[in-house]
Every structure is written in C-alpha cells, then in structure tokens.
C-alpha cells in the first residue's frame, strides 16, 4: 500500500500541468508585473539531472513520451504557449515551485533542468528560460512558458505564438569569462542592444543577460556569459569583430 502511495504521488507531480490536483479548476492571468524589464534571466549553468521527472519514459492522457538522455543539440520549432495562476504556488515535475513571476518553462521530453532561449519567429524577440516541468500535452504545442516570460515576449494577451526553441548549452569549463559590451542608464536600449546581440552572435547561442547595479543612477550592464576560456571565448570575440563591437570588457567571476 505504501508503494502504491509513492507511485500515486510521484505519477503526480510528473504530470504537472495535466492533472486536476489544483485547487483552481481553469486557468487565469496572474496580477501585471509592473516592470517586466526588472526581472532578471536566469543564467545557465550545470545543474544535476533531478531527482524527479526524469523518467526514461511516462504516459499522460494515453500518450507515451521518452525523456532525451541529453539536452544538447537540441532545437525545434513550432507553437509557444503559457501557464498561468491555477498552477501558481503547485509543484512542477521535478518538485519545484512554480512561480508564474520567474522565466520558465514546461517541455514533455528535454531532461529537467534545462536551459533554452525561445525566439519568437515573427520579430525576433527572445528570452531564456529554464526548463523545470513538463508539458504542453495540448496537441500541436512543444512549450510552455511562465507568466513572465510570456509577457517578455509578448504572447501573454494572444496565447499562443510560433517560436524557436534552442538548448544553451552551459559551460562545463572552471574558467571562464564574461563579456561586456556595454553599460547603459537606459534599460530600454539595454534590452535592445541584448536583443541585437542575440541575434548577431547567431549561430553561437551563449547567454546574453543585463546585470544592473544598484544606486540612484543604476547603470544597465549588457553582458554574454559565462564563456569557458579558449575556443569558444575566441569564437565569441570574432563574432562581436564581425558585427562591429571590437574591444568588449572581459570580465572574471570577482569583477561582476
């Protein structure tokens, strides 16, 4: 009986988004988050596979799904859509708390935790997030986003939009670097130099994120990183040659 009981419970939380142990029957939007600008991305990094939803394989409404056994290379393309405050406060697959104010994400089989940046097909806008429950199990729908980060990309009023979703794959060595291109009063042209670099440093997929310092004239730091020293940092300094940004400050961990 008490190994029933943990099947029960773990097949649960597996599930997420698809049961009805929420104390909400429908979906509804959280309250408006002020100042989405304020809200901070994660930044990738490597975390052990957890503990929980990550199984090989798990059914959900008389579907089967296999996990990936790696995030890498991963990429697809297809429908984005969000989950909202029925799922507030409730735990996601792999036993967090689902948070609708912070950037991430559901997917049915990348391993958990993942990072991914999701790019919206239509105007480029993008953001990253990290990949912690699973799920869309609606039909035709490989993403489901945050509250917050449905709103940084603009999809939270129209439900749904076409996006592309990529693995970040994080830096695996012990040294690395941080490159910063600019530092700007203005978080608006932060965010647009943020966006403009994602899009120039294509095909490399590092992080690019905006670290604001505190004070009564915050300065809004646009930032790639972290890039393990060698190749890829190189790599990374030829591509920002090439779009016109020659000498960025690189940065060690103790200089943020």
């Known amino acids: 009986m008490i190994r029933l009981l943990a099947l029960l419970t773990g097949f649960l939380i597996l599930q997420g988004c698809s049961t009805s142990r929420y104390q909400h029957a429908q979906d509804f939007t959280p309250e408006a988050i002020p100042d989405i600008s304020a809200l901070p991305e994660p930044i990738p990094k490597i975390e052990p596979r957890s503990a929980m939803g990550n199984p090989s394989r ?3 409404w ?3 799904y296999q996990v990936m056994p790696s995030a890498q290379g991963y990429k697809e393309r297809g429908v984005a859509s969000w989950y909202g405050m029925k799922f507030h406060g409730h735990r996601t697959s792999n036993g967090e708390i689902y948070d609708v104010y ?5 997917h049915k089989t990348l ?3 993942s990072f991914v940046r999701v790019t919206r097909v239509d105007n480029g806008e993008s953001i990253v997030v990290r990949v912690n429950d699973r799920g869309p199990f609606h039909e035709g729908r490989i993403i489901d986003l945050s509250y917050a980060a449905a709103v940084r990309l603009g999809i939270n ?3 749904t939009a076409e996006v592309e ?9 012990e040294s690395v670097r941080w490159v910063q291109v600019s530092a700007l009063s203005d978080i608006k042209a932060a965010m647009r130099v943020q966006q403009e670099l994602q899009r120039g440093l294509l095909p ?3 992080p690019v994120g905006i670290s604001t310092t505190d004070g009564e004239k915050p300065l809004h730091k646009v930032r790639i990183g972290p890039v393990p020293e060698g190749d890829e940092l ?3 300094l030829e591509r920002l040659k090439t779009i016109n940004i020659p000498s960025p400050m690189l940065l060690a961990e103790h200089q943020l």
């Open 58 to 60: 798990y059914t959900v």
């Open 62 to 64: 008389g579907k089967e």
């Open 102 to 106: 912070q950037f991430t994400a559901a």
């Open 111 to 113: 391993p958990l935790p």
């Open 157 to 159: 009023k129209q439900g």
């Open 165 to 173: 979703v990529e693995v970040i794959q994080p830096p695996s060595a």
């Open 204 to 206: 490399l997929n590092w």
């Open 234 to 236: 190189d790599a990374v």
